[in-house]
């Protein structure tokens, strides 16, 4: 299958996990308890994903001692990004870019559950 079919299919798969989460919660917790549930809501429905993915960095050939964390990487295709804000700002989708870059994924979703139905709260990014 061709790698857009596929990613398209991951970020229906994730969207809908993560509006039965949305669904059930609603908003106003914390991130990480979107984050766990997205997570038992995607093994629940047989997505491949990792969660918590560590990433190494090195500036100019050097390795940095920081470690860096992303909330999801859904079928080594899709970074996942969680978020409980007012509203998803530019920031957050200039974020989400460099995660994409950092991973080589092509696609990104920004998830935002502090509003009153999930829909308000989904950007998608390609590169």
Known sequence: MDDKL???????????????????WGPGLLESIYEKSLAIELEKRGVPFKRQVELKLSYKGVSLDEDFRLDLIVGDKVVVELKVVKELAPIHEAQLLTYMKLTNCKVGLLLNFNVSTLKQGIKRLVL
């Open 6 to 24: 596929i990613e398209e299919e991951l970020t229906d798969k994730i969207i809908g996990a993560a509006i039965e989460v949305h669904k059930y």
